[in-house]
């Protein structure tokens, strides 16, 4: 087994590394034909999903399988060779078989314990096979790798040690709420209609969303993800629009969950700020003191329609107008001169009540306005303490979270620029590998990884052994045609022999020979199943001088064999 694997992933290099360095579809297939006409690769598979891209291959030689990887991985990946070298990683024969197994039980994955990535080991293995890429090792080693996943969720709880890349996510938006409690009744507008797309709309279904809203740009695909959503029993109502209705949806959502394979930005930061400014959704934790009734400017009956929050931070004769030019520019992010600087209005609740944190005045603010300001100046936010504090969520900034956004696609589909704008709160893969790297990890992780040990063992040796097969195969062949010959010179010397005496003496020659065969060919066999046992399938070649073609015979029809098979498994 010359197994190896070059790659990069979360844990190796930077999200923004990872995000130029993705591969599309139509990169892999062109990446796993270019790998094959290498000339040290003789099979090979690619794993590429939002937080790794590793090429396997079946090389004759490591240090020029290393480099043609590396410079492969480069070309197709668009990023130049000296820049991803830094990043990259290199597994061979134990140490790959090793890699791939702890990445199926997610070890390996930014969130520990994901069962996703089983799906994707899959997607790898038939993409392979479609292509005709993939052989004997790599059949072997993908086929065994979704066993040794299967059975480490099944065998021990590593799927309390994390879960789903999209339910981490939910998590991290819901900032210490229980998700079901943060997603009771929002409205959620899923992007995308692929796998991670279609785990994500099936996991707001279940976590209780009242509504989702797929968008594609292929309308059969988001139209039959919708109905899948109806037809759950969750009782979410789903509904697919074009790519071109993502903007209005945005005004109307809660929740955007976000993971295509577009090259570029899916949704830029002016998108999102003109979807908040616009946007009617209900907003569990408004901004700003909205729910006032402002009424005309000057209107003296300005906050007599505050909840008792509000109200208690509206001090009698401060104008409607003054409280609504404060209350817009919150709403809106707008600067106001501020004895020639700029300051931005903030109208949290924790904060001044009437927005003006500083200590020079407002052009244009009248004395009541200021006056309540410097109270609260005063006593430290002391009025703003007995406030009754809201149930929605923040941002870190304090400012309540009008939309939730959650972009699991690499290269990102969210303009990072988009977490400063108001009443937002983004979470994308950066911020999931920081959020993950201070996860508590299960005690059953050190069961798995004993299931990994055991599981790499027992490949290395089934491959070790599966290597002098042909030969072993090859040897007894070899016997049997020399027994059918010499049984057929003693029918010549003794013409005489009825049936029975025949049989008894053919089936006497083939026992003396199999006895004889019996014991070296299973030593061989346990000899070569350790480490270092390459060796005795070319001694046996050597020993019984049998005809290199007729092993390479025999290993062909049984990689035909095995691809036969692997492909009704899979």
């Known amino acids: 087994m010359s197994l190896l694997v070059v790659g990069l992933s979360h844990r190796s290099a930077p999200v923004s590394v990872l995000e130029r360095a993705s591969l599309p579809a139509d990169a892999k297939a062109k990446l796993l034909h270019d790998t094959l006409a290498a000339e040290p690769a003789t099979e090979a598979a690619v794993l590429a999903t939002c937080n790794r891209i590793e090429l396997y291959a079946d090389v004759d030689k490591f240090h020029a399988g290393v480099a043609e990887l590396s410079t492969l991985l480069a070309q ?9 070298t830094p990043y990259l ?7 790959a078989v090793h890699h791939l197994f702890s990445v199926a039980c997610g070890l390996d994955s930014m969130v520990v314990g994901e069962g996703q990535i089983l799906g994707q080991i899959k997607d790898a293995l038939a993409l392979g096979q479609e292509l005709h890429t993939a052989g004997r090792l790599i059949n072997d080693l993908f086929q065994q790798a979704l066993r040794v996943g299967k059975r480490a969720h099944s065998e021990t709880g590593i799927d309390r040690a994390g879960q789903s890349l999209v339910t981490f996510g939910l998590e991290q938006l819901a900032v210490g709420v229980p998700v079901e409690e943060w997603a009771a009744g929002k409205r959620a507008l899923v992007i995308g209609a692929g796998s991670m797309s279609s785990l994500a709309a099936a996991t707001l279904a279940r976590v209780g969303v009242a509504e989702v809203v797929v968008a594609n740009r292929t309308a059969e695909r988001a ?5 899948i959503l109806v037809a759950s029993g969750t009782g979410v109502r789903a509904s697919a629009v074009p790519m071109e209705g993502v903007a209005r949806e945005l005004t109307r959502v809660d929740v955007v969950v976000s993971c295509t394979g577009a090259t570029g930005l899916v949704l830029t930061a002016d998108d999102v700020r003109g979807a908040v400014s616009r946007g009617s959704a209900p907003d569990p934790a408004p901004q700003t003191p909205a729910g006032l009734d402002l009424g005309p400017a000057g209107s003296s009956s300005a906050g007599r329609d505050l909840g008792s929050a509000e109200a208690s931070f509206v001090p009698e004769g401060v104008g409607g107008d003054v409280l609504a030019r404060l209350v817009a520019a919150a709403a809106g992010g707008a600067r106001l ?5 700029a300051r931005t209005l903030s109208a949290e609740p924790d904060g001044c009540p009437v927005g003006l944190e500083g200590r020079a005045a407002l052009t244009g603010v009248d004395a009541n306005s200021l006056e309540l300001h410097g109270t609260w100046a005063d006593q430290g936010g002391a009025a703003a303490q007995r ?3 809201r149930s929605g ?7 309540p979270v009008r939309l939730a956004l959650l972009d699991l696609a690499m290269p990102r589909d969210i303009d990072a620029a988009a977490h400063r704008i108001p009443g937002v709160r983004l979470v994308d893969i950066e911020s999931l590998a920081e959020a993950s790297a201070d996860a508590p990890m299960a005690a059953d992780v050190d069961a798995v990884r004993g299931i990994v040990a055991d599981e790499v063992a027992a490949f290395g040796a089934a491959q070790r052994a599966a290597h002098i097969t042909p030969t072993v195969v090859a040897l007894r062949a070899m016997a049997a045609e020399v027994v059918a010959m010499e049984v057929a010179r003693l029918d010549g010397r003794l013409p005489d022999l009825d049936e029975r005496q025949r049989a008894e003496v053919n089936q006497t020659v ?6 004889l065969l019996h014991a070296p060919t299973v030593r061989v066999k346990q000899l070569a199943s350790e480490p270092g046992g390459a060796g005795y399938a070319e001694a046996l070649r050597e020993l019984f001088d049998l005809d290199p073609q007729t092993v390479a015979s025999v290993s062909r029809a049984d990689e035909a064999d095995k691809n036969h098979d692997s492909g009704r498994a899979s």
């Open 76 to 84: 197709h990946s668009g990023v130049a060779l000296e820049e991803l």
């Open 223 to 227: 139209e039959r993800l919708a109905g």
């Open 393 to 399: 969520r923040s941002q870190g900034d304090g400012t």
């Open 89 to 95: 990683y290199v597994h061979y024969e134990d140490r």
């Open 387 to 389: 406030q009754p504090r």
């Open 337 to 341: 001169a501020d004895a020639g600087a």
């Open 510 to 515: 083939r026992r003396v020979v199999d006895k």
